[in-house]
């Protein structure tokens, strides 16, 4: 399962950048009547994402994710090339919706809210396990790591920055402060428990990671 | 080549606690007269760390080993039992060497130190490519992942630890802050970065990670 998913990953700079953005398409006949291509994809990807991230890779089926979104196979198969390239966009989808950075006005209420949510994300959903494989993976995989570096981490560093330019605007975060260095030291420091488990990734962990960047921990 | 490293990795916890550790043994003969097994050991131990460091695990051989410490073929397999367990001690003694922790009395002029010569370790030499892989293996890799928790990343905790811990009873650091959570901010971001490399690890970058958990983000 794995290794078909990695396979697959391989090749995500293409299919990123191919065929899967799907504006218009097919119709699918359903109980409540047809629905709009751009309806049924959606629906397609959120019971690929969950189905991943309830059950990993081991459960991740085109049949499955079929029979949960009310689409046909090859409905799937139209827009997907393979069950990986499904997996794939469906993971992204439900980590992007889980993840998307609050902003109310107050940085550190907006960092606690984001990295709660990816703490909980990655423990108590299998994709801390998924993205800690795919990161595994990358260290001897030339191009996966170009994948990941260009489809996840990058784009996920940059919305983090934005916020914190925000914040700065506001008068909240000092002036000469590289907020790339703060992504390392809040989001990068859930990745060193989750890779290096020498401790488990907790909210009060969470907590700490946030309050010590913003404050500082010294006397 | 790397495989026959991560294989002996697997076995990594059986041979720290083995028989690597050697008190007493043969003596060697090289031009200058004979030296003492101790000597032996240790010149073996550098010449394997620094071959390791400099050229990476493709130019890995006993032979190289042997001819560069002036021992024999013999003598090496009488204390490992295969190259890659040479290899990991080797390893091991070439890090620990470079990676002291300093205690002047001073924890930021110490943090800075250690952080610094940690960025060295990982950009400078091979090292950032071979424990980059090692912790990506263990992703998929229990063993592996155990013995690497076990002899390298916690006892690595430990020493950064006891070091603020020491830093706070001086009056440095603050009351009720979680010294593990900022091992996760100070090294853990530099694994971050080392794994998901979308930007580099600087000299820059080190002192910006010790400036900010120190003094705090904060306008």
């Not at 809210?113 to 108590?124: C, E, K, P």
């Not at 925000?166 to 060193?192: I, K, P, T």
């Amino acid at each position: 399962m794995t290794s078909s998913f990695l396979w697959t990953l391989r090749s995500f700079k293409h299919f990123v950048n191919g065929s899967s953005i799907c504006q218009a398409g097919p119709v699918e006949k359903r109980g409540r009547g047809r629905r709009p291509a751009a309806q049924v994809r959606g629906e397609i990807l959120d019971a690929a994402g969950k189905l991943l991230l309830d059950e990993g890779m081991g459960a991740f089926t085109i049949e499955r994710v079929a029979a949960e979104a009310g689409a046909s196979k090859t409905t799937i198969y139209k827009w997907w090339a393979s069950k990986g390239a499904l997996a794939l966009d469906g993971y992204f989808h439900a980590v992007e919706s889980t993840l998307a950075f609050p902003d109310t006005g107050d940085i550190e209420r907006d960092l606690l809210t984001q990295i709660r949510a990816f703490a909980r994300l990655l423990t108590r959903t299998r994709a801390g396990r998924v993205i800690a494989e795919l990161i595994g993976q990358a260290q001897t995989d030339e191009d996966l790591a170009a994948a990941l570096l260009e489809h996840y981490s990058g784009p996920r560093r940059q919305l983090a920055v934005a916020a914190m330019e925000r914040a700065r605007e506001r008068g909240e975060l000092a002036a000469g402060v590289d907020f790339e260095v703060v992504v390392d030291q809040l989001w990068g420091a859930c990745y060193h428990r989750l890779l290096l488990p020498n401790l488990p990734i907790t909210e009060k962990f969470a907590t700490s990671l946030v309050r010590n960047v913003l404050r500082g921990i010294r006397a």
